[in-house]
């Protein structure tokens, strides 16, 4: 099918929503996503739809799509594979823009469930509407607060980075997860088998979505591996577009071939073409989480060179280890810059040099933000990383302690605009501990917002640093 | 120095304890260490040794060592490094068996320090007793309830895995969070720079000594890599033994020069020497006490063959693009298991084979106990691993219902007797999440006092399989 903007933004930007099979038993997909949707608040009328119901939680249920006051943007289908046929013919003759099939059964359930998927994809080419799905969750958009099967409590923010998924479950993890980093979506697409949207046409639609400033998206397989690489050059020209891809081992492919009926190809070529196109290449939620985060707060490619900073040398070592091993250089520090550190942590266990051992897990907060402000404002340096176990520091500086140092940071990240990172653990883990994590996440929070970057492991910190900057 | 087994022994089993330089003074070791180890109630008489003060933290303070009732079997040394030698001849003349020096200012600080710790450890060869450290946090020992430097919180469970530290940052860090996932500990050495007391002697001791069954440590290099060579091979031999070595690199390298005077030496001949050995090599501390787990409740080589559990095929793809990437195998169930598990799993969205598709984060819970059973029973299937996102499940099942989930892992894991392994996270990670997350610990700490293992993140769940497989 030929690319079409506008009708693709008439469904993910939907003004209208119908549930097909709305309900309030429990355990039905109708009935998760109809609470999720009226918890969320879509920015337009919701009709329900379920001949068997006259309400819903409180609203109005009508029996089909026919009777409703008006014919809705986007249809949600909620019912089982082999019942929505006849619920696609309405949506065709009603002249629907969009609908999205929530249930599996189709194409990755074998022969049967392939002959059902094409034919609710004629029905859609005849009825000139698109579907997303099936085998999905459907379109999380903070804009018309449309939301995914298990969205309830998604963020409500909007944002710039769009994810794409052949996987609901992770769409829903990156989703809530990402809402709590505070990376602001412009949207969420769970797009399963992509019987008829897919990640060709949902990544062409993005890279030219003005509201969309980085795309990524998890992929099992594509249509047509030529029209992807044409896709995805094209959009990593002007948006950073970041690609986690799974089926590279026989195990894995099975799996993608259950799941979504995806043919996963050769792991070489994959590699290859993501490289050509510049595309940065992820694995898992987390390490795409960790990956957005850094190109929100300091772009692409904020430079190579960083300074390791905490109290300990042993993590200077094991720090200094992992950031070649990413490719990432650790400089020396101009002898300025070192003569002026000397002069600050004049004081035993203190080692300066790059890593810098402040010999303390935090030191008195005048002298950390000399030495932390020197150190950023290195000539050699273009990132400054500051380590920091919570649960060490905390009973040295209490809450309010840490709350200074956490400000600190931001103002160096302010008046030095140079990228700052902080590690940021607890290794206090017991269920008696949860004080000091609700600590680190405050900190946590105030830091973002503040664009500083905060990462729970020296491990996913510098493995974010170096996707970014590759 | 020719071994000496009881001479270790007689320091780590101390049954009196004095400490020089004790304070109340805030930001010193000397109260730090005072404090700590009041608190956590040293099963001995503990004198308190400084000339300028009467009593400390309601305890009577003696001026110097020799004033004290008895001569303490250990004795903290918790003053600068330029004042400490003063007391080492006194300790010299008493006959004590062991000073622990917590200073910095020694080897790693240049010349003038290594003539400093040169005379400390002619003074002790003089003197007849032994040094641990000095640049160290000392020892932590749960039989006689001597603790590290930061260590008040520390578990006083009584274990069997002793761990050896060249940083006393990372001893901390281990103890204080294998404590909190019940990793039991004969004792913990933080040794600094080892002018005395060095890995090979102490790696030495804790093949021979019965209560430790389990040998892990960081290092940052060695006095003598032949005989480190002959040493780890011998105690491999027996006892598990599991090394996170650093240094690796240019940057590492200056980092544990300044740390530990220590000459790291090529990361080539370091992972040839484990291989030889038998050691399981490790990087980092979250690595390091996720194999400890393992090794607790799996042992060595308990199989490769897992089988990948979960609901939400996406999972299945990507862990098993991890698991072959970390050389274990996802074995095709036999056809008797399968053709059961598609008697039970009989509902849409549901997948059988391996990687298992349950359809959704977690089902009813007789048909995920039946499951599970006929999966972990399949004699194909070495290891059983479910993975679940609690937030997702708790918005299903509840509390009550999640624990009952985990107690029937704890029972296939009982009756089945095959390693069991829940991946639990959260991905709601905002500060008004927190009762999930307690949520998680209480299940984590019920599921491994029963046995089970469990990780945070399915990547660090199959690395530490495919570790202690190797």
Chains 1, 2 share one sequence.
């Not at 009226?38 to 009508?62: K, S, T």
């Not at 960790?290 to 070592?317: E, T």
Request: overall charge neutral; aromatic content about 8%; glycine content about 12%.
């Amino acid at each position: 099918m030929t690319f079409d903007f506008e009708g693709i933004d008439a469904i993910i930007n939907a003004r209208s929503l119908a549930i097909v099979g709305a309900s309030a038993k429990p355990f039905k997909f109708g009935s998760l996503f109809t609470a999720a949707q009226l918890a969320f608040g879509f920015r337009g009328p919701v009709y329900l739809v379920n001949p068997g119901e006259r309400e819903i939680l409180g609203q109005p249920c009508h029996s089909d799509l026919a009777s409703l006051p008006e014919v809705p943007d986007l249809v949600y289908v909620t019912i089982p594979a082999h019942q929505s046929m006849e619920i696609l013919r309405e949506c065709a003759r009603l002249r629907v823009k969009g609908v999205v099939i929530l249930a599996s059964g189709f194409r990755e359930a074998g022969e049967k469930g392939s002959a059902l998927e094409k034919e609710a994809v004629s029905i859609a080419r005849r009825g000139g509407f698109r579907i997303v799905g099936p085998n999905c969750f459907g379109i999380y958009n903070p804009r018309n607060r449309l939301t995914l099967l298990p969205g309830h409590d998604f963020s409500g923010k909007v944002g710039d980075v769009a994810f794409i998924s052949q996987s609901g479950g992770f769409s829903a993890h990156v989703g809530r997860m990402g809402g709590d980093l505070g990376i602001g979506f412009s949207a969420i697409v769970s797009y399963g088998n992509g019987a008829d949207l897919d990640e060709i046409d949902l990544i062409r639609y993005f890279s030219r979505d003005p509201q969309t400033k980085i795309i990524s998206g998890y992929l099992e397989g594509t249509r047509d591996g030529r029209e992807l690489f044409r896709v995805l050059r094209e959009a990593a020209a002007h948006k950073p577009v970041v690609i986690w891809k799974v089926g590279k081992t026989e195990s894995s492919q099975r799996a993608a071939a259950s799941h979504t009926g995806s043919l996963a190809g050769s792991s070489i070529i994959w590699e290859s073409v993501f490289r050509q196109c510049g595309v940065i290449e992820v694995s898992g939620v987390d390490e795409l989480c960790d990956v957005l985060l850094a190109l929100k707060h300091v772009g692409r490619r904020p430079g190579k060179r960083i300074l390791l900073a905490g109290g300990g040398g042993g993590l200077g070592a094991y720090a200094g280890d992992l950031a070649e091993a990413e490719g990432l250089r650790v400089p020396s520090l101009s002898g300025e810059t070192a003569s002026r550190l000397r002069g600050i942590l004049d004081y035993p266990g203190a080692a300066v040099g790059n890593p810098l051992d402040i010999g303390t897990p935090l030191t008195h907060l005048p002298i950390f933000e000399s030495a932390m402000r020197e150190a950023a404002m290195d000539p050699s340096v273009d990132v400054l990383l500051f380590d920091l176990a919570i649960n060490f520091a905390h009973g040295l500086f209490g809450n309010a302690g840490l709350e200074a140092a956490a400000d600190i940071l931001a103002g160096i990240r302010e008046k030095t605009g140079k990228p700052v990172i902080l590690v940021l653990y607890s290794r206090a883990i017991g269920v008696g501990d949860l004080g000091v994590e609700e600590l680190a996440r405050r900190i946590r929070d105030k830091l973002l917002a503040a664009g500083v970057l905060v990462y729970p492991s020296m491990a996913r910190a510098l493995r974010a640093l170096a996707l970014v900057n590759g």
